[in-house]
């Protein structure tokens, strides 16, 4: 079992920045792809990729409404994974979720986008963007 828990969220304004932590215990995160999804008001039980990892951090996606902005990064030796948020809007308010599923033996070495995929999550991180 892997346990999860995100830290960093926060209120901001717009263009300013933030730093989202998602620390695992339990097991190491070698070998574990990871993701974060964000759920926004009003948004039903969806929950929105945002960014995701490779278990051996060769390989990043980013969705689109982020890339440019966001930066997705792992420490193994820390057992955490990172979410740095730069150029922050409005629209990025939501809850951010990490997510992992053990991927070192499960096929090629892509990164995770839908959320079904992913075994574990953490509570979540409230990120509030002001205008």
């Known amino acids: 079992q892997v346990q999860l828990v995100e830290s960093g969220g926060g209120l901001v304004q717009a263009g300013e920045s933030l730093r989202l932590s998602c620390a695992a215990s339990?097991?190491?995160?070698?070998?574990?792809?990871m993701g974060w999804f964000r759920q926004a008001p009003n948004s039903g039980n969806e929950r929105e990729f945002v960014?995701?990892?490779?278990?051996?951090?060769?390989?990043?996606y980013y969705a689109d409404s982020v890339k440019g902005r966001f930066t997705i990064s792992r420490d193994n030796a820390k057992n955490t994974m990172y979410l740095q948020m730069n150029s922050l809007k409005p629209e990025d308010t939501a809850v951010y979720y990490c997510?992992?599923?053990?991927?070192?033996?499960?096929?090629?070495?892509?990164?995770?986008?839908?959320?079904?995929?992913?075994?574990?999550w953490g509570q979540g991180t409230q990120v509030t963007v002001s205008s």
């Open positions: 339990g097991r190491t995160i070698s070998g574990y792809g």
């Open positions: 960014a995701a990892i490779s278990w051996s951090g060769g390989n990043i």
């Open positions: 997510a992992a599923r053990y991927d070192q033996y499960s096929g090629p070495d892509l990164p995770r986008k839908r959320q079904v995929e992913y075994r574990y």
